[in-house]
């Protein structure tokens, strides 16, 4: 792993004994933020709507309390109703004037969970905490309820001695896309501006080794439908001059990728390859590639991962097999998720990837694309004066550079946050780790990285308020 930084680190002007009484605070903290870590990931507050929304409710009050206990009096459960009448989901909303001239800064989290899948895929209950090996397993201790509890320990550890002005937002819905994150920016603009935004729902490059992610790739999706006859015909009586959908659609599908797995799009924009590399070994261990697959595409793991595009099919709709008849299926579908690379225009490569799809029908089937979401990307400065200080942040924390990360998923919301603080610095962070399992069965986090990104955020803060 090597890395070439050119931007000159942030000034220490935060004395070396105020780093290490906060070090000893956060120590002397750690067991009761841990134990609060506990209590939020047996709330199972599942945003999509096929589970109880009253643990969502009961999760926005319970994050309520806790910054209420950390000094902030000014403490709010909100949601508002989207343009297309969607009836958002509780979002936390705490502020804390600073002394005068004090930078405002947001910290951002959410308390809504993925489901946890089904009970056997877990080693023990989802929404029961469990220690092994030093780490905490549960649905939502990585992904994001630790972001909460690391906004909430930075603040304890500085309490009345925090200088800046401070804004806390802990949404509810981002599991589900957070359908109605534009509007509520819209609608508490004032009370949500700030100078500084750090995002808590990212990664770091490994246990021990921090990360600041600087890219994310957007977001594209469709659905493509192949249709070949007006209705299903026997397929012993018209099967060989006729395919079927399925096949056809499989056959199309093909054709997103070169015979090397790179995408075959044309049009789509590719980003400077990323100065670190992901060994490739490592990447099969933390991904579970089973043995004998060949990963796809050519260049540098890392680059493949974070800043060129890449196609997935996560959906198709053909006759289920338990249900098959010999017919053939006169049209079947897939939806399409394409990750675009920083520096992408969503709309433009949708129109790519339609031009792709639409070009390569097989057998002259008709073919359908129907748009769906567009999120944009993302690209942070490098050696803004606020990157500068997350990164001696870090390096006081962890006792390591941390290194500039891409990620290869997308948080469009950030783009959103943009729009209201176009001039703000935005720090995406996170507690995650390759092995967090964030979104899978046996989710978890690593605690004693959970007490460095505690430490970190408190410096940041402090470094923040001194310059």
């Known amino acids: 792993m090597t890395e070439d930084r050119t931007a000159a680190p942030a000034p220490t002007v935060v004395p070396d004994d105020r780093v290490d009484a906060l070090r000893e605070r956060v120590a002397r903290a750690f067991p009761d933020l841990r134990a609060e870590l506990e209590t939020l990931v047996r709330i199972p507050s599942v945003s999509n709507g096929e589970f109880d929304q009253a643990h969502v409710e009961a999760s926005a009050e319970h994050v309520a309390g806790l910054l209420r206990g950390a000094g902030?009096?000014?403490?709010?459960?909100?949601?508002v109703t989207g343009a297309d009448g969607t009836v958002g989901r509780p979002a936390v909303v705490a502020r804390r004037p600073g002394p005068q001239g004090a930078p405002t800064v947001l910290l951002y989290a959410h308390h809504d969970v993925q489901p946890p899948g089904g009970d056997a895929d877990w080693d023990t209950p989802p929404f029961e905490p469990t220690e092994r090996d030093g780490r905490l397993y549960g649905r939502g201790a990585a992904?994001?309820?630790?972001?909460?509890?690391?906004?909430?320990?930075?603040l304890r550890v500085l309490g009345d001695e925090l200088g800046v002005s401070l804004v806390v937002f802990v949404e509810g819905e981002e599991e589900i896309g957070s359908p109605t994150f534009a509007d509520f920016l819209r609608a508490h603009h004032e009370a949500l501006a700030a100078d500084v935004m750090v995002v808590a729902d990212s990664s770091n490059w490994s246990v021990g080794v921090p990360g600041l992610t600087t890219s994310l790739?957007?977001?594209?999706?469709?659905?493509?439908?192949?249709q070949v006859v007006d209705h299903a015909i026997h397929s012993g009586m018209y099967g060989g001059p006729v395919l079927d959908a399925p096949t056809l659609l499989a056959r199309l599908i093909a054709t997103l990728h070169d015979e090397q797995?790179?995408?075959a799009v044309a049009g789509l924009h590719r980003a400077p390859d990323p100065v670190v590399d992901y060994d490739e070994a490592t990447f099969r261990a933390d991904s579970g590639v089973l043995d004998g697959v060949r990963l796809a595409g050519t260049g540098p793991v890392t680059a493949r991962m974070w800043t060129r595009p890449a196609i997935s099919v996560i959906g198709?709709?053909?006759?289920?097999?338990?249900?098959a008849s010999n017919t053939i299926a006169p049209r079947a579908t897939a939806k399409l998720s394409l990750r675009i690379a920083p520096g992408s225009d969503p709309a433009r490569s949708m129109a790519a990837l339609r031009a792709h799809l639409e070009g390569h029908a097989p057998f002259g089937a008709r073919v359908t694309v129907r748009?769906?979401?567009?999120?944009?990307?993302?690209?942070?400065?490098?050696?803004?004066p606020a990157m500068q200080a997350a990164r001696w942040a870090f390096a006081s924390a962890w006792g390591t550079e941390p290194v500039d990360l891409?990620?290869?998923?997308?948080?469009p919301f950030i783009a959103d946050l943009l729009e209201?603080?176009?001039d703000a610095a935005i720090l995406v962070t996170g507690v995650e780790d390759p092995d967090s399992r964030a979104h899978g069965a046996n989710e978890s986090v690593h605690l004693g990285e959970l007490e460095r990104v505690v430490l970190a955020e408190a410096l940041l803060l402090e470094r923040l308020a001194r310059g």
């Open 406 to 411: 891409g990620i290869g998923g997308s948080i």
């Open 217 to 226: 790739r957007g977001l594209v999706d469709c659905e493509v439908e192949v």
């Open 420 to 422: 209201l603080s176009p």
């Open 261 to 263: 797995g790179d995408v």
């Open 72 to 79: 902030i009096d000014d403490v709010r459960v909100l949601r």
């Open 143 to 154: 992904d994001d309820k630790a972001g909460i509890v690391a906004h909430v320990g930075a």
């Open 316 to 323: 198709f709709d053909a006759p289920r097999v338990a249900t």
């Open 371 to 384: 748009d769906g979401d567009l999120g944009r990307p993302f690209q942070a400065p490098g050696d803004s």
